[in-house]
């Protein structure tokens, strides 16, 4: 079916504020909305928060044809452990593989070296026998009778509410995998179930398990919050479809979302990443770094060749933020984003050296920010900025929510300047420094890692706090040029409505190229076609699909990902050239001469992106600023003009040092920078010295 007309909503749920972005297709209404977020109930915010705009547009929820849905409660149910008592059965002789992991140090040099504890504890884990081989033929059948009795017990004993079924070689041939969960289904229907052979039908049995896992962990407090919102949307009139957006930047059904919740780990940050990309198609500017940093965490994200680079691997609750390895491991389609514990809410301390440190521990929404004067205590990042003279105290989300001035100095001073000896400026200026040197350090490494050079790239930035510190990190990257969208408070929620409905599906099934017929390679391809098309039942009938392959030379160790062709199935010749191109692509040269092998298939079914414009501004004529205020640059404060972005031209351009405030965030701009309003009402800075 096409997209509908008429009014669509996005929602984004954050660690501390949830946002709202309500579009009319036909570009006549758009409105956006941001409030806090209820951590103790999150469906809570999300229908006050859906009310409230309504009501300020003079609309109500039959008005509404669809609801986009993006959060982080899988991720925080990971990192928090607040998830459901799960259990697993897995191949008799590989309980341990959770505790094993991968048998790599992250750190070589670290005596003290801790992982995070997997989510299923060993008690809770229970042996079948059964034994496929690698390439699906079965040596031992499945005992049932056995397999009935240990989950007897494993349920009796532990209370286990949902359980993950791990074979050996599942993905090979899922039959015991499918057996095993028939018979849980009927022993015991209140039990959720996760099969790896559908979750993460891949090799290499730690990830899929640990995948797998997570799956399993999540699943039914995902399924009870999804009920819970449907049921209040519905209660309140809506009648029309909700989908859930994906760690891979497009959305599912809650159907989908409910039986792969780790499908959804990154769900808003990837509509952020998405939205960036959007921005720089529309600008014609291709290569971008998307920096989205909000009231909890900074999310980063490289947009090449106007899209958002995916993977199919990340790491959840890591134990270091940096170091890769320190994680739990997740096996599913996702947008390549660096992460930092870096918002708004972020509290400052001082380390064992005496010196300021910020993050990743956050005031969260609840107490949040001294500053918010809901009984916090610590000193945050939005405090230093209120004492910086960035916000106005006055006009925090468009005077909605007044600040609390005397608090945020009275936290900084006792717990940052007086044990430092320094003047309570220095020290808010200290804290906002040190979150933009850790963001910068944080995209360093990231583009490092991938081969991007930004130096001649433009960043986007959004989030609540992203345009606070957009410069500042610009500064230090050397980044010439900063875009600040539209709405760019709540662009993740916008985002939303830009992400079409998506669905990928990868099974690993090892073949030689020289041994696969064109009947074979096709066959293997279609199935997974159907697969990835079953979800997208009732979307539009013209699908476009991608298919690619994981490939590597016999022997090595790694894969690379190869995309095949669009139109007419690629035919096995043509394979060997296609693989080249992409090796040489990545590693400068392909001079081998050793057989090919096709590791994993993958193909990507997805649906019609819904268009997304949004009218210039109305406002014409010179901008005048609405006031001053004392902001502080460099070394001490300056007398500041305000702006409000609302009422500035397209073509307006304005030195710094400035401040432009809408609702949802402000926009430093420093001394001698300058920005200009765009055709799109877009704010583009261009930093001093920038080529």
Wanted: hydrophobic share 40%.
């Amino acid at each position: 079916m096409p997209y509908p007309t008429g009014y669509r909503l996005g929602i984004d749920i954050g660690g501390t504020f949830t946002d709202f972005a309500l579009y009319d297709e036909l570009g006549e209404s758009f409105a956006i909305h941001k409030q806090l977020t209820t951590p103790d109930d999150p469906a809570r915010a999300v229908l006050e928060g859906t009310t409230a705009l309504l009501d300020q547009q003079g609309l109500d929820l039959s008005s509404v044809v669809e609801i986009v849905h993006g959060t982080t409660l899988v991720t925080n149910a990971v990192i928090e452990r607040k998830g459901a008592v799960t259990g697993m059965l897995t191949t008799r002789g590989f309980r341990d593989i959770l505790d094993m992991r991968q048998e790599k140090r992250y750190d070589v040099f670290d005596l003290r070296l801790v992982f995070p504890d997997p989510l299923v504890p060993r008690r809770r884990r229970a042996e079948v026998n059964e034994r496929v081989h690698y390439d699906g033929t079965i040596e031992h059948a499945l005992d049932m009778v056995g397999a009935r009795a240990v989950l007897a017990d494993l349920v009796a004993r532990e209370n286990i509410t949902s359980l993950a079924i791990c074979l050996l070689h599942g993905y090979a041939n899922p039959a015991h995998e499918r057996a095993l969960g028939e018979m849980a289904a009927d022993a015991f229907p209140d039990l959720t179930i996760s099969l790896s052979s559908e979750v993460c039908p891949e090799w290499r049995e730690y990830e899929r398990f640990t995948t797998t896992c997570i799956n399993a962990f999540t699943q039914p407090m995902f399924d009870q919050y999804l009920r819970r919102l449907e049921h209040g949307l519905t209660e309140q009139g809506f009648a029309g479809q909700l989908f859930v957006m994906s760690s891979s930047g497009g959305t599912l059904t809650p159907e989908t979302a409910r039986k792969f919740p780790v499908r959804v780990i990154e769900s808003g940050p990837a509509a952020g990443a998405q939205m960036s990309a959007f921005h720089g198609r529309a600008l014609n500017r291709p290569e971008l770094l998307s920096f989205d940093m909000g009231g909890t965490t900074a999310k980063g994200a490289l947009i090449r060749g106007g899209e958002a680079i995916k993977v199919y691997f990340q790491e959840v609750a890591r134990v270091h933020d940096f170091k890769a390895g320190s994680g739990l491991p997740v096996k599913s389609p996702v947008i390549d984003m660096i992460e930092i514990g870096a918002g708004g809410g972020s509290i400052a301390t001082l380390d064992v050296r005496g010196t300021i440190s910020v993050g990743p521990q956050s005031a969260g929404a609840d107490p949040g920010p001294a500053c918010y004067g809901q009984g916090g205590k610590a000193a945050t990042l939005t405090d230093a900025n209120v004492v910086l003279g960035y916000l106005d105290p006055n006009f925090f989300l468009g005077g909605a929510m007044a600040l609390d001035v005397e608090a945020a100095e009275r936290v900084i001073e006792t717990q940052i300047a007086t044990p430092l000896k320094l003047p309570l400026a220095r020290a808010a200026w200290g804290i906002h420094e040190i979150v933009d040197e850790d963001v910068a350090r944080a995209f360093r490494i990231h583009a490092s890692e991938r081969g991007f050079d930004y130096r001649g790239s433009s960043m986007v930035a959004f989030g609540g706090s992203g345009p606070v510190h957009a410069m500042g990190v610009a500064r230090k990257l050397g980044i010439p040029r900063v875009i600040f969208p539209v709405a760019a408070g709540v662009m993740s929620a916008l985002g939303l409505l830009a992400s079409p409905l998506t669905f990928e599906v990868a099974r690993t099934k090892q073949a030689f190229v020289a041994d696969l017929s064109m009947e074979n390679f096709s066959s293997i391809l279609a199935e997974l076609e159907a697969e990835a098309r079953a979800p997208l039942q009732d979307a539009d009938t013209d699908l476009s699909i991608v298919r690619r392959l994981d490939m590597r030379y016999n022997g090595q160790g790694h894969e690379i990902e190869v995309t095949l062709p669009p139109g007419p199935e690629t035919g096995i010749a043509a394979l060997p050239d296609i693989f080249r191109e992409h090796y040489a692509a990545i590693h400068g040269a392909a001079l081998l001469d050793t057989p090919l092998v096709i590791t994993t298939w993958k193909v990507e079914a997805t649906a019609n992106a819904p268009e997304l414009t949004t009218a210039g501004p109305e406002a014409q004529g010179a901008a005048t600023p609405k006031g001053s205020r004392q902001a502080y640059f460099d070394e001490g404060y300056v007398t500041t003009p305000v702006y409000d972005r609302y009422n500035l031209a397209v073509g307006t351009v304005i030195e710094g040092p400035a401040l432009i405030e809408e609702r949802e965030s402000t926009v430093i701009i420093g001394p001698g920078e300058k920005v200009d309003v765009d055709e799109f009402g877009n704010l583009v800075a261009e930093l001093e010295g920038a080529p």
